[in-house]
């Protein structure tokens, strides 16, 4: 730590490549026939040079429908092999591609619209909710979709009619501008509706540069990448002890603060297996941090490559030393360009110098490892104390009947804040109302996380029926 901030190792090494496009395209040509893809409901697979194939031949359906660089291109299917055909078509084209979740809401849709995307690839599970937001909004993109509906073309279709030379010929174009755009990723939305985060080419050329793990043997499930909410469940929902889980060897999560408690109970049920915390944001273009197995229990590890944090008392502004708690500010050279096409809400996350405010409460202790406390926003104020939420959380998951656990500030007239609970039980347990609310399920973001947002809706409808 230097001046208070603590700085991952710097490392700049992109490779000469110029663009995202530029990557894929020399990834995919040089693994030729290796499996690139497979489908674990129905075992298909697919080789590198059969996506190559999809891919091309869907950029330049792409170009026929006057899809230039710039332009937006969504995406809102589950996992299947063509996912990511037209991810890799818009890179090779400088299109911004834009993932969205096939399970969204009405509301969600009508929101991302707003982006005013060109086209939109999707499945026949989300087609009726984007029609609908379409005729709501007025507004008409090109629908493709996974499958058949009269009122989409079928992305089948828009694979014909290529003969050899026309793929043959087609590449990757260029781009003038490394910084330019490549993707729009949402954030996770737990306390209001998710904003359009725009990566750049830069940024992403960097996150697909970095060594996560390195898997020499397929044959079985050695890796697994959860949400934190998901590995919960997984935890407490008794399937750890149902099924051989012999071949795991790692279990990486974020998402959301992994509760010390749950990392405990993980390590004591499968003892074979590293159970390591990551933490980063969308924003920053891929993760701050990552835990190492002799990391202590709680922590997110330490910085990786390329990564500057400071601790900041988020009243006065003073910059903390180590084991201080206070807002975590980060600096990274993948950071988002901004929102899109939300000027206000970058500034108030980004300031002049560069920094971002991440609007999480955390401390790095002596040995530069990452805590994080919780969300300031979610923080409790309760006659002038501060009360974190994840606190209480992390006592009422050590309750064996406890699956899920939430707590949100409720207004109070008198203390300013009260925490009201939300329990989601275990199945078969039976447990007497004792002052907390106990749902069926939680509700969540696309990403997977609790909603905070939905939650303290559900608390304004309470308050106002027991008025």
């Known amino acids: 730590m230097e001046n208070s901030v603590c700085k991952g190792q710097i490392k700049h090494n992109l490779n000469n490549y110029k663009s995202l496009g530029e990557l894929i395209w020399i990834t ?23 996506m190559q194939n999809k891919a091309v031949r869907c950029a330049l359906w792409l170009q026929k429908q006057g899809i230039k660089s710039g332009d937006i291109i969504s995406v809102c299917t589950g996992n299947h092999l063509n996912t990511f055909v037209p991810c890799l078509s818009a890179a090779y084209i400088n299109a911004i591609f834009n993932p969205w979740n096939e399970n969204m809401s ?7 619209l707003q982006l005013m995307p060109k086209m939109i690839f999707c499945s026949e599970k989300s087609i009726n909710v984007i029609l609908n937001a379409i005729k709501k909004q007025n507004y008409n993109p090109m629908i493709v979709i996974f499958g058949k509906h009269v009122d989409a073309v079928s992305f089948s279709d828009i694979l014909k009619n290529y003969n050899d030379a026309e793929i043959t010929n087609f590449h990757y174009i260029e781009l003038d501008d490394i910084k330019k755009t490549a993707c729009i990723l949402h954030s996770s939305g737990t306390t209001g509706m998710p904003k359009g985060v725009e990566l750049s080419n830069y940024a992403m050329l960097i996150l697909m540069q970095h060594h996560w793990i390195h898997i020499t043997n397929v044959s079985s499930i050695q890796v697994l990448f959860l949400g934190t909410n998901l590995l919960n469940r997984f935890l407490r929902s008794g399937y750890i002890q149902k099924y051989s889980l012999s071949s795991l060897k790692v279990i990486k999560c974020g998402g959301s603060l992994l509760k010390t408690k749950v990392q405990e109970d993980l390590r004591h049920v499968l003892p074979h297996v590293q159970i390591l915390q990551c933490y980063g944001m969308t924003e920053t273009g891929g993760v701050i941090t990552i835990q190492q197995p002799h990391h ?172």
């Open 106 to 112: 009405l509301q969600t849709a009508l929101h991302f």
């Open 296 to 467: 202590k229990n709680g922590s997110c590890g330490v910085l990786v490559e390329n990564v500057k944090i400071k601790i900041v008392d988020p009243e006065s502004g003073k910059v903390l030393g180590s084991n201080q708690s206070g807002e975590i500010w980060i600096k990274v050279p993948s950071l988002m360009n901004g929102y899109y096409r939300n000027p206000e809400a970058t500034k108030n996350i980004i300031d002049n110098e560069g920094w971002l405010h991440s609007g999480d409460i955390g401390y790095i202790d002596e040995d530069g490892e990452l805590f994080i406390i919780d969300r300031i926003k979610e923080i409790i104020k309760y006659r002038g104390y501060h009360i974190s939420p994840g606190e209480i959380e992390n006592i009422l998951l050590s309750h064996p009947a406890v699956l899920e656990a939430a707590i949100i500030g409720v207004p109070h007239i008198l203390d300013d804040e009260h925490p009201l609970a939300y329990i989601n039980k275990r199945p078969g347990v039976k447990v007497q109302f004792v002052c907390v609310i106990f749902l069926n399920s939680f509700p969540c973001t696309d990403s997977g996380k609790i909603s905070k947002k939905d939650l303290k809706a559900m608390a304004r409808k309470l308050v106002q029926q027991n008025d």
């Open 28 to 50: 995919i040509k040089s693994n030729g026939d290796k499996i690139a893809r497979l489908d674990a409901r129905t075992e298909e697979t697919v080789t590198y040079a059969e």
